[in-house]
């Protein structure tokens, strides 16, 4: 009898996923984080949605959509980064889409092919697609939506900025590559190790870098080079440094309204994993700066 129940409840857990239909459960600080599907033309992606317990208005509400790295989950990446609780201080949706196994072994985001890199193709279009439902469903103005990622999602975002800039106001990028920097995997493992310079565009969203200097993985020879495709060379910047747990060094470029257009944080000490990432989470640095919460500040600012 019990095992006839147990094989009923996973035969309607089957069904529903199939579905699209949604797995919510509380999130600990308020509000729910559920577990859904998105299906378009491009591709289908599972992800989940941070909803908090209470919204922000309209002029205060944003999305945060965050990319998790090679080897990571969603959860995984919720958990380490802890953007969750940060968004349910000021009512923001966080939107983490999740790679699946099938599309890469690793679970990296292909941000290094072709056909990766470009509007309404591949994995661009699928996750504007899941970012634009997701918009749609919980009110979410234009020009409210930033998109974030660790490594290879970090080098995605990138990619997103880029190929939707009227969708995504700010980027963050934490250990990432320049957009453009790769066409294949051997091109991709070159630029991690040695640095690369991206595709020369006029990079419209707003931009944070975070890198940590004593990165193995990805060599910060890669921030400047993403700095270099955002910032005109003689464009004025200021320099502070600082200590919240690491030291660091932080650069500013304000734009023609006096905000924050550019700014980027090299952390001394720090390798490649999210800095300020909370215990659990995997390739997190408990030591600061939060990474989370500084992207928070820029994209409010």
């Not at 001394?268 to 992207?295: I, K, N, Y």
């Amino acid at each position: 009898m019990k095992l006839s129940l147990l094989a009923s409840r996973l035969v309607a857990a089957v069904r529903r996923a199939l579905r699209g239909e949604r797995d919510a459960r509380p999130a600990p600080y308020g509000g729910a984080f559920e577990a859904r599907v998105f299906s378009g033309d491009a591709g289908r992606r599972d992800y989940k949605l941070f909803i908090p317990a209470h919204p922000a208005p309209a002029a205060q509400a944003r999305l945060i959509v965050m990319l998790h790295g090679c080897t990571q989950t969603a959860d995984d990446f919720a958990l380490g980064s802890g953007m969750n609780l940060i968004a349910a201080t000021r009512g923001w949706h966080v939107l983490y889409p999740q790679q699946g196994a099938s599309a890469n072994p690793m679970r990296c985001w292909n941000w290094f092919r072709p056909g990766d890199q470009t509007r309404e193709r591949g994995e661009p279009a699928i996750i504007a697609g899941m970012t634009r439902a997701v918009m749609s469903e919980r009110d979410i103005p234009p020009g409210r939506v930033a998109v974030a990622g660790l490594s290879a999602g970090g080098a995605m975002a990138l990619v997103l900025g880029a190929v939707y800039p009227e969708l995504y106001e700010a980027v963050g990028v934490h250990s990432g590559v320049a957009f453009g920097a790769a066409r294949d995997v051997a091109s991709a493992m070159a630029a991690m190790k040695n640095g690369a310079p991206g595709r020369a565009i006029a990079f419209q969203p707003r931009l944070f870098v975070v890198q940590g200097e004593a990165d193995a993985t990805v060599n910060p020879a890669n921030a400047d080079a993403i700095v270099a495709a955002a910032l005109a060379a003689d464009a004025p910047r200021r320099f502070e440094r600082g200590r919240q747990g690491r030291a660091f060094t932080r650069m500013v470029a304000a734009g023609a309204d006096g905000r924050p257009r550019v700014e980027a944080l090299r952390v001394e000490g720090l390798g490649h994993a999210w800095s300020g990432g909370r215990p659990g989470g995997t390739f997190v640095d408990p030591q600061g700066p939060d990474a989370s919460a500084e992207m928070a500040r820029f994209f409010e600012a």
